[in-house]
């Protein structure tokens, strides 16, 4: 029987976000926008988000930079889209640290503005090679579409690091998969198929932000005394228990498939030999206890190298819908704080 922990007191509303969310319109309801209109709500956030990355980054950056886009070769001929950002100068004239992000959304919304200001900020801070990848979204494209994607697009990295089609990428020096929400879920399970398949350049860190990793629904009983927060959130803001239905609905997944649940016990994946694990967990989430149960399971049980970075009393995601607030703006510090540590982790396991 696995320890069980009591997280809940991280659902205390922190007091600067309760104070923002007083003065904002209640959000319509999600059901059936989803289901229905997920082309219409996909190009309204879409716009909303390039309009934000505008106000937040304008031209920032960009004269340090040559972003591309292109497009990756699926398995089944699909080209999936992804844009490149690239440093101009390379330092003593070396190849950069790779990190591949997914996108947030639910498996539904999202795309490559999503990611915009992390790419920026890892490609000129970090001096990384950054690749953000526009998966398939459900429920044109349901599972495993999207963690297909994700993982073609890795092993496309993996093979093309360091040449034309993916310039001054080095691997060696660093290669990373990371994500938020959705997109972290890929990228946890691509960690698995990585190492399975003993990826070539392996891995080197996991980016996991807000991670789904298993089915909320049907929790592993050694674990659920430890996972309260899919049903005390069940009303949190940004994701309650009604979007995750609906978001899960539209994806559906195989729920024991480990494509998508880390803890399956009809289809055990191991959770062992996974590359240093940069882990980011909001209080005020249904998904919340169960990215700390996988936190503390890799730390504690298999010696993985992990970072833990808690927002208590923060809702799903909030630096993506509030950043606003002082807490976003440290989100971008933490994140590149957390990056770094896994850059010179994965420096250290290597040698």
């Not at 915009?116 to 429920?139: F, G, I, M, Q």
């Not at 990585?194 to 298993?214: E, F, M, Q, W």
């Not at 069940?234 to 559906?252: H, I, K, M, Q, S």
């Amino acid at each position: 029987m696995a320890e069980t922990a009591d997280w809940t007191h991280l659902s205390q509303i922190d007091p600067e976000f309760e104070k923002l969310l007083q003065t904002l319109p209640a959000p319509p309801p999600i059901s059936g926008t989803l289901r229905d209109g997920i082309p219409a709500l996909r190009t309204r956030l879409s716009a909303a988000k390039r309009d934000m990355n505008a106000e937040l980054l304008g031209d920032a950056h960009l004269d340090e930079l040559s972003i591309s886009d292109t497009a990756v070769p699926a398995r089944d001929g699909y080209q999936i889209p992804v844009r490149i950002y690239k440093p101009i100068n390379s330092p003593n004239g070396t190849g950069h640290p790779l990190a591949i992000l997914f996108h947030g959304g639910g498996f539904c919304l999202g795309g490559l503005e999503n990611e915009e200001l992390l790419s920026r900020k890892l490609a000129t801070a970090l001096k990384c090679v950054v690749v953000n990848v526009d998966y398939r979204l459900a429920p044109e494209h349901p599972f495993p579409a999207g963690v297909n994607d994700a993982w073609d697009v890795v092993k496309w990295a993996a093979s093309n690091a360091g040449t034309p089609a993916l310039p001054a990428a080095d691997p060696t020096a660093g290669f990373l998969v990371g994500g938020v929400s959705a997109g972290a879920n890929l990228s946890a399970v691509v960690g698995t198929l990585a190492r399975d398949s003993h990826l070539s350049p392996p891995l080197t860190g996991l980016i996991l932000s807000v991670p789904p990793v298993l089915n909320g629904y049907d929790p592993p009983a050694a674990y659920a005394a430890s996972l309260r927060s899919f049903d005390q959130n069940a009303a949190a803001p940004v994701l309650n228990r009604e979007a995750v239905d609906t978001y899960f609905g539209a994806y559906a997944p195989e729920r024991d498939s480990p494509l998508f649940n880390l803890y399956s016990e009809r289809q055990p994946v191991s959770r062992a030999g996974l590359p240093p694990v940069y882990v980011q967990v909001c209080g005020l989430d249904p998904l919340r206890d169960e990215a700390l149960v996988f936190e503390r399971e890799l730390r504690t049980e298999y010696g993985t190298p992990t970072k833990l970075q808690l927002y208590p009393g923060m809702p799903h995601s909030f630096w993506t819908f509030f950043p606003q607030l002082q807490a976003s703006k440290k989100w971008i510090r933490d994140t590149l704080d957390g990056v770094e540590w896994l850059l010179e982790t994965g420096r250290k396991e290597a040698s």
